[in-house]
């Protein structure tokens, strides 16, 4: 869905673009989109049981044009931009999947663990039961080496 949705943002934002352009206005620069959180995770065709959200968390570099037309985009696809994503912490490490290239817009996915971890660490309770099922499907190695870069007590999420 993703892919998507940066397709018709990048052929949207090219069009306003030409208009923009044929204006004699500045054109809206190149930017990307990465999208963190719960999308990412859907995104990614994890294997886990996944409750679908209609908040879509990203970075972005984009200039207010194209954050509205994003948003636009969204809302079509009945989900919706969530304006605090530039809060959620994600490891400095994160890596992201290069999903779309296009002529203005490159979007991108953060890899699984790095999700997982941002989400163990600053919401446990909120996200137990989707660490136990992560864990218990066997987690992967860079899963445990960033929870112990990152001083995270795996057996407490076990705890009641």
């Known amino acids: 869905m993703l892919l998507n949705i940066f397709q018709q943002l990048d052929q949207e934002i090219i069009e306003l673009n030409l208009e923009l352009q044929s ?6 620069p190149k930017f990307y989109i990465k999208i963190v959180g719960q999308s990412a995770l859907l995104e990614a065709n994890t294997g886990l049981a996944l409750t679908a959200t209609m908040d879509v968390d990203a970075y972005a570099n ?3 044009l194209a954050r509205v037309k994003f948003c636009d985009i969204l809302k079509k696809h009945h989900l919706i931009y969530d304006s605090l994503s530039n809060e959620i912490w994600m490891p ?5 999947v290069h999903l779309y290239k296009g ?14 971890l ?8 909120k996200n137990k039961n989707l660490i136990l099922q992560y864990i ?7 899963f445990l080496q960033l929870c112990g870069k990152y001083k995270i007590d795996l057996k407490g999420v076990f705890d009641d």
């Open 23 to 28: 204006e004699g206005s500045r054109e809206i």
């Open 136 to 142: 218990a499907k066997g987690p992967s190695q860079l």
């Open 103 to 116: 002529f203005v817009v490159d979007g991108y996915y953060a890899e699984s663990e790095y999700v997982l």
């Open 62 to 64: 984009f200039v207010w």
């Open 92 to 96: 400095e490490e994160t890596k992201y």
């Open 118 to 125: 941002s989400k163990i660490a600053k919401a446990p309770e």
